[in-house]
């Protein structure tokens, strides 16, 4: 080893979802992506897309955007950040909050990035088991910690927690800042927004990605208190001042604008989730209830790796994790109506067969 590389910032990257080429027969159900298109509106957006302003930088503050999502959220442009997905949202919001020398606390289970950025940025975390049913139990947050972070609705989970137990563990820790992860959100949970009246220590960190089908453009954004915002601010400017790119800006202000067609596609994608909860019941498939648009399901007999794997070779693509507790388990997300009857039938075969 070179005597430079003890100056390296050695890190264990996050691994995110294969992005398989589009194979004609490919069903993707690996990544929690939308499986509609945006709205209508973005694709006229698109058009109005300027090749001339790409000599120029876009607006820093992302001023329509923000406008945007603070009209539709009922709240100040002044309580709002946006960055390039909520990746980037909640690893600024780790930087700038979560400065202590006490843990930071989140699931055991969760959203597998939050021990990359506390790794990446050095800050001491701990992670609090779920129960056998994968609940968070809100009494395992009121400990000393130099803050909480958790997903509404979990992933890999699906499970939503009520806003009474977010709010149990808002009370216990007014002393630190309180991230609620709210990617999956729209698909069945209840917002936190609600509390931020009260809580100042509270910031709500959504996304574009899922229920508004753009994961493409990279669009996420917080919404908290207008000094937690503030804060989030100057170490973004510290940073990167120009993160979002024009077309973004411009897509994503079109996106929030078309609130009808929103709820229509999030409607979509609940009934068919709550069809294919049936569907995988029958064919012998085990999970929590969730509410997001994936279901985290495992088979009575067959094992979850073996399946990934069978799926793989047929171009069904869904997510395993080869991790402690959740390795016998599959994340499938919620494609279209036509896809997920792909993916029972290719179940109904490999069942059969293995049966036999
Ligand atoms: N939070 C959770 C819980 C997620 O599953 C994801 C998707 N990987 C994200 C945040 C980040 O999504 P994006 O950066 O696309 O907004």
């Known amino acids: 080893m070179s005597k430079w590389e003890n100056n390296v910032r050695r890190v264990v990257p996050y691994v995110a979802g294969e992005q398989p080429k589009n194979q004609p027969d490919m069903v993707k159900l690996n990544t929690n992506e939308n499986p509609y298109p945006p709205s209508p509106k973005v694709a006229e957006a698109l058009q109005k897309i300027s090749i001339d302003d790409m000599r120029l930088y876009?607006?820093?503050?992302?001023t329509d955007l923000v406008n945007a999502i603070a009209e539709q959220y009922q709240v100040k442009p002044s309580q709002v950040f946006v960055g390039v997905g909520s990746d980037d949202v909640l690893a600024m919001a780790f930087q700038t909050f979560f400065n202590s020398d006490k843990p930071i606390l989140f699931p055991d289970i969760t959203y597998s990035f939050y021990d990359v950025w506390a790794d990446c940025f050095r800050i001491p975390y701990r992670q609090i088991p779920l129960d056998e049913n994968f609940a968070i139990n809100p009494a395992d947050y009121a400990q000393e910690n130099g803050g909480i972070v958790f997903p509404n609705p979990n992933a890999p989970t699906g499970l939503a927690l009520s806003l009474d137990v977010i709010e149990e563990i808002l009370r216990s820790n007014p002393d630190v800042v309180v991230i609620v992860d709210e990617a999956y959100v729209d698909f069945g949970a209840e917002s936190a927004l609600s509390l931020l009246g009260r809580y100042e220590n509270l910031l709500v960190v959504q996304t574009f990605s899922k229920s508004r089908a753009l994961a493409g453009m990279r669009i996420g954004y917080a919404i908290g208190n207008e000094k937690l915002i503030s804060f989030l601010q100057d170490v973004k400017y510290s940073f990167n001042s120009y993160t979002m790119n024009r077309t973004s800006i411009a897509l994503g202000v079109a996106a929030v604008e078309d609130e009808a067609y929103h709820q229509q596609i999030v409607q979509k994608i609940v009934e068919t989730r709550e069809w294919s909860k049936e569907e995988l019941k029958k064919r012998g498939f085990h999970f929590a209830d969730s509410s997001?648009?994936?279901?985290?399901?495992?088979?009575?007999t067959?094992?979850?790796k073996e399946l990934f794997e069978a799926l793989r070779e047929k171009h069904i693509y869904v997510r395993y994790f080869n991790k402690p507790r959740i390795d016998n388990y599959l994340r499938i997300t919620i494609g279209t109506r036509?896809?997920?009857?792909?993916?029972?039938d290719f179940l109904d075969r490999y069942i059969t067969a293995v049966s036999a």
Do not use: G, T, Y
């Open 292 to 300: 997001s648009n994936f279901i985290f399901a495992r088979h009575e």
């Open 338 to 344: 036509e896809q997920m009857q792909k993916l029972f």
């Open 58 to 62: 876009p607006d820093p503050a992302a």
């Open 302 to 304: 067959i094992p979850a």
